[in-house]
């Protein structure tokens, strides 16, 4: 029975948020996480796309329909996948963060979860205002254009 590989380092991204929002702030968090999540992490089972944050009743930040999946090895002590994690932050961006995602419009979505040189794992979060259908044209005129002009270089 072959064992699975730990990669060393995760780098998993939310490519439909870049396109369904606009940024306006990145922060970088950490995850409260048990054991067989961060092994399950740690083999690139994770699915972002859904994903969005909130604040609880009490100012804390959470993360909601982050995906992991259920690691192969673990016993009863399994987590459940769907479940909200906890995020850490500093008090003060925690503070700003409450501000600007009650103004209309706002939301924070994560962008990219990675492991970082000492093997924690981190999130990436955004405070971002959704793109208008126009928007999501412009933006895909100019990187087709990006495109025709690099392929012009050539």
Known sequence: MAKE??????NIRNKKA????AFLDTYIAGIVLTGTEIK???MGNINLQEAYCFFSQNG???VKNLHISKYNEGTYNNHEPMRE???????KELVKLLGKSEEKGLTIVPIRLFTNDRGFA?????????KKLYDKREDIKSRDVKREL?????
């Open 5 to 10: 590989k730990f990669t060393d380092s995760v």
């Open 18 to 21: 870049s396109f369904e929002y």
């Open 40 to 42: 399950a992490i740690r």
């Open 60 to 62: 804390e930040l959470f």
């Open 85 to 91: 994690r906890k995020l850490l932050l500093k008090k």
């Open 122 to 130: 981190k999130l990436e979060i955004a405070l971002a205002k959704g």
């Open 150 to 154: 690099a392929k012009e270089k050539f």
